[in-house]
T-cell receptor, first 110, second 113 residues
Framework: AQRVTQPEKLLSVFKGAPVELKCNYSYSGSPELFWYVQYSRQRLQLLLRHISRESIKGFTADLNKGETSFHLKKPFAQEEDSAMYYCALSSSGGSYIPTFGRGTSLIVHP | KAGVTQTPRYLIKTRGQQVTLSCSPISGHRSVSWYQQTPGQGLQFLFEYFSETQRNKGNFPGRFSGRQFSNSRSEMNVSTLELGDSALYLC????????????FGSGTQLSVL
């Protein structure tokens, strides 16, 4: 069965500090992994996908198949990064059964 | 381009009733997927529709059903409502596949009394 674990419900940092939001997954096949973000009073939106290998708003995430992790990182947190972050996994191909983590609330203090 | 529109924003129903939620995807998007979000279970996938056909389904009872129309608009129906169905129901659309970039609606907050 697919499973996504975000071990931290809340992560609190100061502006300028590095941020790492953890995501571990369990999946027997070849997964597709995503990070979604929800800013206050806004809709849930895609932040990045592992296959894109891009950096969005300074965030990056590397898929580590050995450790089954997809941690989200940013070297210098900004106050506007404060939001709820969800890690998600889906099977590849046409069978799309996504599994979301419970989310991590990131608070960046000034 | 207008975003994903969900109606209504709020619903209050009583146990045993049924409810229909509506989702209008972004123009040109053909895949519509539905999710249930609760504090206890988090965000869970209900089903996905493409070209008026249910393409994928999550692990929810048959009381939860949906359909998609030829213009890609989708509806979700929950019959015989239970207290545990109280949740935020989110709809998302994408061009072809639900594991592409998803665009989410604001959701419908359903309260079952």
């Amino acid at each position: 069965a697919q499973r996504v674990t975000q071990p931290e419900k809340l992560l609190s940092v100061f502006k300028g500090a590095p941020v790492e939001l953890k995501c571990n997954y369990s999946y027997s096949g070849s997964p597709e992994l995503f990070w979604y973000v929800q800013y206050s009073r806004q809709r849930l939106q895609l932040l990045l996908r592992h296959i894109s290998r891009e950096s969005i708003k300074g965030f990056t995430a590397d898929l580590n198949k050995g450790e089954t992790s997809f941690h989200l990182k940013k070297p210098f947190a900004q106050e506007e990064d404060s939001a709820m972050y969800y890690c998600a996994l889906s099977s590849s191909g046409g069978s799309y059964i996504p599994t979301f983590g419970r989310g991590t609330s990131l608070i960046v203090h000034p | 381009k207008a975003g994903v529109t969900q109606t209504p924003r709020y619903l209050i129903k009583t146990r045993g009733q049924q409810v229909t939620l509506s989702c209008s995807p972004i123009s040109g998007h053909r895949s519509v997927s539905w999710y249930q979000q609760t504090p206890g279970q988090g965000l869970q996938f209900l089903f996905e529709y493409f070209s008026e056909t249910q393409r994928n389904k999550g692990n929810f009872p048959g009381r939860f059903s949906g359909r998609q129309f030829s213009n890609s608009r989708s509806e979700m129906n929950v019959s015989t409502l239970e207290l545990g169905d109280s949740a935020l129901y989110l709809c998302a659309s994408s061009l072809e596949w639900a594991n592409e970039k998803l665009f989410f609606g604001s959701g419908t907050q359903l309260s079952v009394l």
